[in-house]
């Protein structure tokens, strides 16, 4: 079972990136779905997640706005819409999904399943 995250790069301030998340191994059409982001020196951080269904998203309320979180129609595939993008969004980020249990989906703690990250840097 496998999440490999990918699209991270380099951009100028106010510019845009699309990441993507694939599930391998297994399907994960079901499963809640999120990315999370980590500057240095900083605590890993919720950015947006999808519900099992699709049908719900969810954003951290400082994103919001600038980011947006979809999946393809299959359900395995996680995207990461990233807008208007500002220094202080330079990150690792990472995708992450929960085949089992519950919890909220804004908590790291809460999906058993991570991929590998990748980095995004804005240049001011």
């Known amino acids: 079972v496998q999440l490999q995250a990918s699209g991270g790069g380099l951009v100028q301030a106010g510019g845009s990136l699309r990441l993507s998340c694939t599930a391998s191994?297994?399907?994960?059409?079901?499963?809640?779905m999120g990315w999370f982001r980590q500057a240095p020196g900083k605590e890993r951080e919720f950015v947006a997640a999808?519900?099992?269904?699709?049908?719900?998203?969810y954003y951290s309320g400082s994103m919001k706005g600038r980011f947006t979180c979809s999946r393809d129609s299959a359900g395995n595939t996680l995207y990461l819409q990233l807008n208007s993008l500002q220094p202080e969004d330079t990150a690792v980020y990472y995708c992450?999904?929960?085949?089992?249990?519950?919890?909220?989906?804004?908590?790291?703690?809460?999906?058993?399943?991570w991929g590998q990250g990748t980095l995004v840097t804005v240049s001011s």
């Open positions: 999808s519900s099992g269904s699709g049908g719900d998203r």
């Open positions: 191994g297994r399907t994960f059409s079901r499963a809640a």
């Open positions: 992450a999904a929960r085949l089992g249990g519950q919890g909220r989906l804004d908590s790291a703690g809460t999906y058993d399943n």
